[in-house]
């Protein structure tokens, strides 16, 4: 886990844009009607149904990721409900932390508590979303409201392209990425007592009946590793900085804008964000997060929290 300003990424910068579909605008409430059409779209009140084919298209390729682009102008209402009715074609939205998750500075430390660092202000480093072994999105939607006043800089590097390098210069390291190693439990109303961190074991690269999925939180996996006494094997440490070092020399790394919307597939496709800082009297960086299920085919979607 790295605090840094700026993270040795490359400076690959080619994000795939597709544009926003016509019914959307079509479609767009009046501002001063936005906040009822979206409250009923997150009631899961009927949607107007657009073509988003191109868009699912892209989302299952190698790539595994998109940026659309919504009007500025639109008031950060309109966004939230354009935002919210784009995802609802492509699934249903996740609520375990609130079908739209706000990620802002809140002030708080992920390294001296369990809050989570989408809370914070640090760099992420490189993951994929869900800590739970038993629940894994499958989209990961940020609708960008206010890009903020320096750094966080959104990265992606697709885990279909790292595993095959992999294999390549280091096939004695794919089993170690097939072995479920534990998971630090974080997700607030489940048990995070040593039982249930180390039951909640993932491999790295899994293989399901619907295609591959990796799932990568190093921090995640060694703290759990720590709070259970158990040593990190060597393997393990040579697979997670070949990772590291495979999405420095890969990851895309860019800059959203106020409208934008990035959809990452969270079984291929990993993200991060640089550290950030908002100026005093500047507005506050604010993405809007959304978990998609039921695209392919998420586990555990009917999953109640566990006390
Ligand atoms: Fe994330």
Not at 128 to 144: E, H, I, K, M, Q
Not at 225 to 247: E, S, Y
Request: with cysteine.
């Amino acid at each position: 886990m790295t605090n840094q300003m700026h993270p040795p990424f490359s400076n690959r910068t080619t994000v795939v844009r597709l544009p926003i579909p016509h019914g959307l605008r079509m479609a767009l409430p009046a501002s001063d009607k936005a906040e009822l059409a979206l409250a009923q779209v997150l009631a899961g009140d009927a949607v107007p149904r657009l073509n988003v084919d191109p868009l699912a298209a892209q989302l299952t390729s190698t790539q595994g990721h998109a940026v659309l682009g919504a009007p500025a102008s639109w008031t950060d209402t309109q966004l939230r409900w354009a935002y919210a009715v784009l995802l609802r074609q492509l699934g249903s939205l996740n609520g375990r932390y609130g079908k739209l998750f706000d990620v802002v500075d809140q002030g708080l430390d992920h390294t001296i508590t369990n809050a989570p660092v989408s809370k914070t202000k640090a760099a992420t480093g490189m993951h994929t979303d869900s800590s739970d072994a038993r629940y894994n999105p499958d989209l990961v939607g940020l609708l960008c409201l206010q890009p903020g006043s320096r750094g966080g800089e959104s990265l992606l590097a697709s885990a279909i392209e790292m595993l095959e390098r992999l294999k390549q210069r280091h096939p004695e390291l794919e089993s170690v990425a097939r072995t479920p190693w534990p998971r630090d439990v974080v997700t607030p109303g489940l048990a995070q007592d040593l039982a249930a961190i180390e039951a909640n074991a993932i491999p790295v690269f899994a293989q399901d009946e619907h295609g591959p999925v990796f799932r990568y939180m190093r921090y995640w996996t060694e703290r759990a590793m720590a709070k259970l006494g158990q040593p990190i094997p060597v393997q393990l440490t040579r697979l997670f900085d070949f990772i590291d070092a495979d999405m420095a020399d890969n990851a895309l790394n860019f800059r959203l804008k106020r409208g934008d919307i990035l959809l990452v597939n969270n079984r291929l496709v990993v993200h991060g964000r640089g550290a950030f800082e908002d100026a005093p009297g500047a507005a506050r960086r604010c993405l809007v997060r959304a978990w998609v299920d039921g695209f392919v085919d998420s586990h555990g979607e009917r999953l109640p929290l566990r006390a």
